[in-house]
C-alpha cells in the first residue's frame, strides 16, 4: 500500500485507510516527515533523519488528531533546525526524559499550551495552582519518575491541609499551615493530569503511564444559594448607605447592581468596555467570555446603572479601576463585608448570577430562555434550575385547583379557596 509522495494535508492524513500491515505517507515538502499509518487504525506523525554520526534514526512527533497536520510539520521543521546545529533530537529527547523536572515541565506546560489554549484568567489559576501546591511538593521531581503514589499524597496534602508551605517570593507569608481544600485538591490532580498527559505527548514519558490515572476525587456538592426578595432589598439598602457614609465605593455599588440585574459572571462584568455596550438595542455585546463572543439583551434597570456612569477619558472600560486604563479588579472583598453588614452567610457573588436565574424560573420563564440570557451554550447547563419549576408550576397547580373546588362546592363558602383562586393566598 506504498503511495507516491505529497504534501501532507488534514484530508490526506483523515482518508489514509488502515491496511494489513503499517505503511507510510511521506510528505514531498519537507525531507523526513511523514505519517504511519497502523493496521488499528492508529496514524503518528514520524520525522526520519541521520544523527551527525550518520546513523539513520527516527523520532515520533505525535499521534493524530491530538497534534494537528501543521503543529506536526512545525515540530519536525524544529527537529530539522537542531541537527543543522549538529544537536541529535532523539539523543537530546533522551536526556529530557531522563532529567526534566516537574518544574520544568510546568514552564513548559505554560508558555507551549496554556498561553495558546486557554483564557488568561484560566492561565492565572494553573500558575497560582502550580505555585501554591504542585512545585512546593513535586517540582524537583523528575517527570518520568513521578508515581501514582505520589499523586495520591499530594492529593491528600492539599485536601487535608496543614501544610506550611514557603513562597520566598511573598513578603506577606506569615508561615501559617494550609486550610483543608478539597475542591482545590481536585483542580490541583485535574491539572497535573493534563501536564502529564502532554508530557506523554511531547515524548517526556512513557505512552499510557499518566500518574494521575485512578486517583479518586473528593466529593463536590453543587452550590444552590439564591437570594430571596427580602436579602436583596437588605443587599439594596446596606449598599445605599455605605455608599452614603463613604464605606463603599459608588463604582463598586454600581457593578454589583448590574451582576444582579444581568445574571452576568463577575469576570464580564468588570471587564465591560464601552464599545460593547448597546444602548439603541439593550443588550450587551461582549466580544470575549467564558464562552466566547456572546450578545445578552438586557432590562430598562440595568441599562440605567450603564448610564448613570460617566466615561473616564483614555479607559475603554465601564467599570474603572485604580491603575491607568485598567478595569475595577477584586470586588470581592467589599462584597464580603457587605454580607456582613446584612449578616448574609456562605453567599458568593457568583450566587448573583443563580439568584438572577431563580427569579427567571419563578416568573414561569422556559429554561431555554433563561440559558439564552445566562449566555449558556449548551442546555444541560441551565437544567440545574429545572427543579425550581416545581415551585411555580405548584402555585399554579393550586390556584387551578381552587376554581375547580369552589365551582363544584360552592355551598361550602370556604374564604381560603377563594383566596387561592385569586392568587391572594
Known amino acids: 500500500m506504498r503511495q507516491a509522495q505529497q504534501k501532507l494535508t488534514k484530508t490526506i492524513v483523515v482518508e489514509a485507510a488502515a491496511g494489513a500491515?503499517?505503511?507510510?505517507?511521506?510528505?514531498s515538502e519537507l525531507a523526513g516527515f511523514g505519517l504511519r499509518v497502523w493496521p488499528s487504525g492508529k496514524k503518528t506523525f514520524i520525522y526520519k533523519y541521520r544523527s551527525n554520526t550518520n546513523r539513520q534514526r527516527k523520532m515520533t512527533i505525535g499521534a493524530f488528531p491530538a497534534i494537528s497536520v501543521d503543529q506536526a510539520r512545525r515540530r519536525a521543521r524544529e527537529l530539522a533546525a537542531d541537527i543543522i546545529k549538529g544537536i541529535d533530537p532523539q539523543q537530546k529527547k533522551d536526556t529530557e526524559r531522563r532529567y526534566l523536572s516537574v518544574a520544568?515541565?510546568?514552564?513548559?506546560?505554560?508558555?507551549?499550551?496554556?498561553?495558546i489554549h486557554k483564557k488568561p484568567s484560566s492561565v492565572m489559576r494553573d500558575e497560582n495552582l502550580m505555585r501554591m501546591h504542585v512545585l512546593p511538593f513535586m517540582g524537583s521531581m523528575k517527570v518520568a519518575e513521578v508515581t501514582n503514589d505520589d499523586v495520591y499524597r499530594l492529593h491528600q496534602r492539599v485536601t487535608v491541609g496543614g501544610v506550611k508551605i514557603h513562597q520566598a517570593k511573598r513578603k506577606d507569608y506569615n508561615g501559617k499551615p494550609t486550610k483543608p481544600q478539597p475542591i482545590t485538591a481536585n483542580r490541583v490532580i485535574a491539572l497535573l493530569s493534563k501536564m502529564m498527559n502532554l508530557a506523554e505527548q511531547w515524548g517526556l514519558r512513557s505512552q499510557n503511564t499518566n500518574p494521575c490515572k485512578h486517583i479518586k476525587r473528593n466529593k463536590e456538592n453543587k452550590r444552590e444559594r439564591y437570594l430571596t426578595p427580602n436579602e436583596l432589598a437588605t443587599v439594596s439598602s446596606a449598599m445605599r448607605n455605605m455608599v452614603a457614609e463613604g464605606r463603599l465605593d459608588k463604582t463598586i455599588e454600581q457593578s454589583i447592581l448590574l451582576l444582579i440585574f444581568t445574571g452576568c459572571r463577575v469576570s464580564e462584568i468588570l471587564n465591560l468596555r464601552w464599545d460593547e455596550v448597546d444602548f439603541d438595542n439593550a443588550r450587551l455585546n461582549f466580544k470575549d467570555s467564558k464562552t466566547g463572543a456572546k450578545s445578552i439583551p438586557i432590562g430598562a434597570p440595568a441599562l440605567q446603572i450603564i448610564a448613570d456612569?460617566?466615561?473616564?477619558?483614555?479607559?475603554?472600560?465601564?467599570f474603572v479601576g485604580r491603575k491607568e486604563g485598567a478595569s475595577l479588579t477584586f470586588i470581592r472583598k467589599a462584597w464580603q463585608r457587605i454580607c456582613t453588614e446584612t449578616g448574609l452567610k456562605d453567599v458568593r457573588l457568583h450566587d448573583l448570577r443563580h439568584t438572577f436565574a431563580s427569579f427567571g424560573v419563578s416568573a414561569n420563564m422556559s429554561l431555554p430562555i433563561i440559558g439564552k440570557l445566562l449566555?449558556?451554550?449548551?442546555?444541560?447547563?441551565?437544567?440545574?434550575?429545572?427543579?425550581m419549576m416545581d415551585d411555580p408550576q405548584r402555585?399554579?397547580?393550586?390556584?387551578?385547583?381552587a376554581h375547580l373546588a369552589i365551582a363544584m362546592k360552592q355551598s361550602t363558602g370556604d374564604d381560603k379557596l377563594v383566596r387561592l383562586a385569586r392568587g391572594q393566598a
Do not use: C, E
Open 309 to 318: 456612569i460617566k466615561p473616564t477619558p483614555d479607559n475603554d472600560f465601564v
Open 21 to 27: 500491515k503499517d505503511y507510510m505517507l511521506w510528505d
Open 395 to 401: 402555585a399554579a397547580a393550586d390556584r387551578i385547583t
Open 104 to 115: 520544568d515541565l510546568g514552564k513548559r506546560y505554560l508558555s507551549d499550551y496554556a498561553a
Open 375 to 387: 449566555g449558556h451554550t449548551q442546555a444541560v447547563t441551565t437544567q440545574r434550575y429545572a427543579h
